[in-house]
């Protein structure tokens, strides 16, 4: 990270009244498994971004807790006391919203928001609950002009499309921060879900997109970061890697996330808090798919020690960020009892 400017870019309460900045970074099917690396990428990738920041350490679950000098790894609950295999529309609902999704639902849903658990993505979402205190809230992520328009149509009573059906994007619509596309991306004013633009210019023929590289990517992100209060990224292509299976494809694409994280780290500004935080295990076992276990979360920056130490479940990240940024959290659940599929 580069040195905080006392009184701009410190967390509140230091020298000067400085201003709290929170990049959250949700990685789609990432879990902590056991360090084997014959099943398990995470302990055979060469990850030097996460090894600096975890003092040579791997993303293990027997290295976690670990809370070192510049980033601390926690293993996150997403199992949420719910029979069967955690998946990612109502694990991505409690990590965004801090209810347990899956328990209001009656069972683990995926991939996209169930219906019924939509209002509370959209209402009580870290996204809306931070906009609406006043915090300057970004979702990094661009998403195509085709996709705007079948957003607008669905206003207008059609469905919504698949792509907006995720808890990210659906949180980030409802909170009228789905707003970068083609133009955006193209002055790195966004970053594409994939990290990298290539799938834009090969499958989309957005050709006046630049390439980039998965740092360059990063340094977008960062300087994003820098002009809000609470920046949301969501990446996907970690659990793709899971579902289809085998080890390349799993350690290509954590590399990509580790190179990734060394440009975030390298234009984010030194008062930054950075939270790196999964859904479900999934990629950790390339000899299934979705697993039982813990959720990876990573914090580095400010306080990191402190707020990572409150995490234990996938429902602690939103009322912990929330507080760190000095927004009041969720109230008390009531309103969401009795919701099943």
Do not use: K
Not at 28 to 46: K, Q, S, Y
Not at 134 to 163: Q, S
Not at 178 to 197: F, K, M, Q
Not at 278 to 301: I, K, W, Y
């Amino acid at each position: 990270m580069t040195r905080a400017r006392p009184g701009v870019d410190g967390p509140a309460g230091a020298p000067g009244g400085a201003r709290r900045r929170v990049l959250f970074v949700f990685l789609d099917g990432v879990g902590l498994g056991p360090g084997d690396p014959g099943i398990n990428p995470l302990a055979r990738a060469r990850l030097p971004t996460l090894a600096a920041l975890l003092d040579g350490r791997a993303p293990v679950l027997e290295e976690a807790p670990h809370h070192g000098r510049a980033a601390s790894l926690v293993a996150l609950d997403a199992t949420l006391g719910v029979p069967g295999l955690p998946q990612s529309g109502t694990g991505q609902a409690a990590l965004l919203t801090g209810r347990n999704a899956a328990a209001l639902f009656g069972r683990h849903f995926g991939p996209w928001t169930p219906t019924a658990l939509r209002p509370l993505v959209e209402r009580e979402s870290v996204l809306a609950r931070a906009a609406a205190a006043g915090r300057a809230v970004a979702f990094a992520n661009a998403y195509p002009e085709e996709l705007m328009d079948a957003l607008a149509a669905a206003a207008e009573g059609a469905r919504l499309p698949l792509p907006a059906r995720i808890a990210a994007p659906l949180a980030a619509r409802a909170a009228g921060l789905l707003t970068r596309g083609t133009a955006a991306l193209a002055r790195g004013d966004a970053v594409a879900s994939e990290i990298t633009n290539d799938a834009w210019r090969e499958r989309l023929g957005r050709l006046e997109v630049p390439v980039i590289t998965a740092a360059g990517a990063g340094r977008n992100l960062a300087r994003i970061a820098t002009a809000h209060d609470l920046t949301l990224f969501a990446h996907y292509a970690t659990d793709t890697a899971g579902h289809r299976g085998g080890m390349a494809g799993a350690l290509a694409a954590l590399e990509r996330v580790d190179a990734f994280l060394a440009g975030i780290l390298e234009a984010l500004p030194g008062g930054a808090l950075l939270v790196v935080a999964s859904d479900h295990g999934n990629l950790e076992d390339t000899r299934t798919g979705h697993t039982r276990n813990p959720a990876l979360c990573l914090v580095a920056g400010p306080d990191h020690q402190r707020l990572a130490a409150r995490l234990g479940s996938l429902t602690d990240v939103a009322p912990a960020l929330l507080e760190w940024l000095g927004v009041e959290g969720p109230g008390a659940p009531a309103d969401w009892r009795g919701i099943r599929g």
